[in-house]
């Protein structure tokens, strides 16, 4: 969602999905190309899509890699949590720059920044020169804030946590692709005639040219609002510009975005850890062929094709009928699960058991994913951008967290460090709880019995009454009429306030 304000009327648009009063659309079509709101979608998942293979592109080859780098155990495992620290401030400049200037062009532009640490990995030739390519196009992954707040932009609540989980999802499949794509093209590199110390350098070409071309992509067909461009509108004077400092404090003062962040470090987190270490594991762990190796870790990352977009689907459908307590319960139910999986999977010593129990693990973890982002949208309405960041921001440093502590160096085994990993899973999911909304409620209290307990008293709370008198929260307004299916069931039963009349809604 944009941070400016309506401030005029523009002609009525026709659109091909049916929408609401801010131009969103209402309902998903999946394999719909329609403009704007499907073809924003379809460029959202493939960019960070091409991000996620780029970033995860070493480690199904880094038995080759790591021999002729000379890497040590703890330069591998310095690599990985390079590769995914990087995003973490990125991610929260994201939030503030697709505020700032709209999705399309703040996406595009930090593609186009990494692309060429990608190119560079082909001529990494020591420790400290692979961990920076890895440091760099590690920033590529804060796109996911793009797409989060690109989907955010264009689908109405009912929908949202849908196009949101499946729009991640299939980007986050790029980590589960890459560990094919990755060694089928070392492998027929090095079929052709290249030494193996050649063949996955010139692999490398691959992911950097996919990554380029998706970023020409989104800035040629992609669109910030259903309304149009960010520049466009606000060049014809139909959006005025917030102030950065006002967003940015409403944003990291709304505590709930904390706790979203410190839960998603234990999901997303989770899975850029698993991405970076469990080809690995199963290579030397089992004596596999890397190859072999590479298909078994890429069904962690290709659970992502359903299990993410399930998360979002299961937060809507858990919305429509128990409103933002049923999102917060599924969340930690899911969650939960997940960690008790990863527990699990630490414990098992047979090759099939430990592909099994990786793929249920796999879904519930990015389940929980999906659901995260069903209630993200929610937090903030002037501040979406930032407290996507944070929540995104979050996921990194968790990967970072764990990998420092579980998978750097030799200090516990891999199977040891997948145990405690999950165990902080579970204890990460439990500050839910905490999660309140005075007009929604929380998972063991409903709404406030407050006068002050409604949809816009909440989003107009971030707005002062000299900002209220310029007409700068018009738009709060209505996405604080569109939010109320977030009630559940009993929005059916109750009467509107009295603020919440159709003049609020212009």
């Known amino acids: 969602m944009e941070i400016s304000s309506t401030i005029t009327e523009t002609e009525p648009q026709k659109f091909a999905l049916p929408v609401d009063s801010e131009h969103k659309a209402t309902e998903f079509h999946l394999f719909s190309s ?73 996406s595009a532009s930090l593609i186009l920044l990494t692309a060429p640490a990608v190119y560079f990995t082909s001529i990494a030739s020591s420790p400290i020169s692979f961990l920076l390519v890895r440091f760099f196009t590690g920033f590529s992954l804060a796109t996911f804030v793009s797409a989060q707040f690109w989907m955010s932009s264009m689908f109405s609540g009912p929908v949202v946590g849908t196009a949101n989980g499946v729009a991640a999802g299939w980007g986050n499949l790029g980590g589960g692709a890459t ?52 520049q466009r509108l606000q060049n014809s004077g139909n959006k005025q510009k917030d102030k950065f400092s006002r967003v940015f404090y409403h944003g990291i003062t709304n505590y709930r975005g904390w706790i979203l962040a410190l839960t998603y470090g234990y999901c997303f987190g989770v899975e850029l850890t698993v991405d970076n270490i469990i080809a690995e594991y199963f290579y030397d762990r089992f004596n596999l062929k890397l190859h072999t ?107 970072v967290l764990t990998q420092l502590i579980f998978f750097k160096g030799s200090k516990y085994s891999k199977e040891t460090g997948i145990t405690l990993m999950g165990v902080m899973i579970v204890c990460c999911t439990l500050p839910i709880f905490l999660i309140y909304f005075p007009q929604w409620g929380g998972m063991f209290c409903g709404p406030s019995s407050e006068k002050i307990a409604t949809e816009e008293d909440y989003y107009l709370s971030e707005w002062s009454s000299k900002e209220q008198g310029k007409g700068l929260h018009q738009a709060s307004l209505k996405f604080a009429d569109n939010s109320r299916s977030e009630r559940g069931r009993r929005v059916h039963s109750q009467t509107l306030p009295s603020n919440a009349t159709p003049s609020a809604n212009v």
């Open 293 to 399: 190796a590479g298909i078994i870790a890429a069904s962690f990352g290709l659970a992502n094709i359903v299990s993410r977009p399930a998360g979002g689907v299961l937060s809507d459908m858990m919305a429509k009928r128990f409103g933002m307590r049923g999102r917060l319960w599924a969340l930690w139910a899911v969650q939960t699960l997940g960690g008790v999986f990863c527990i699990i999977l630490g414990q098992v010593g047979s090759l099939t058991a430990s592909i099994v129990v990786m793929i249920v693990f796999s879904v519930f973890v990015q389940a929980a994913c999906g659901l995260t982002f069903g209630v993200v949208p929610f937090v903030s309405r002037r501040s979406l951008g930032v407290i996507s960041g944070m929540t995104g921001g979050g996921g990194n440093v968790g990967a």
């Open 179 to 230: 560990q094919l794509i990755m060694a089928l093209v070392f492998s027929l590199i090095r079929d052709i005639g290249a030494v193996k110390f050649t063949a996955w350098r010139i692999a490398f070409f691959i992911p950097a040219l996919f990554q380029t071309l998706s970023a020409f992509a989104i800035l040629i067909f992609g669109q910030d609002l259903p309304d149009g461009n960010y």
């Open 34 to 106: 329609a403009a704007p709101h499907m073809r924003a979608f379809h460029l959202s998942w493939i960019s960070f899509f091409s991000c996620f293979v780029s970033t995860f592109a070493a480690p199904p080859l880094l038995p080759i890699i790591r021999d002729n780098l000379n890497l040590t155990a703890t330069d591998i495992g310095n690599a990985g949590v390079a590769s995914v620290s990087g995003a973490v401030f990125a991610r929260i400049a994201m939030g503030t720059a697709c505020d700032l200037f709209g999705p399309r062009l703040a």
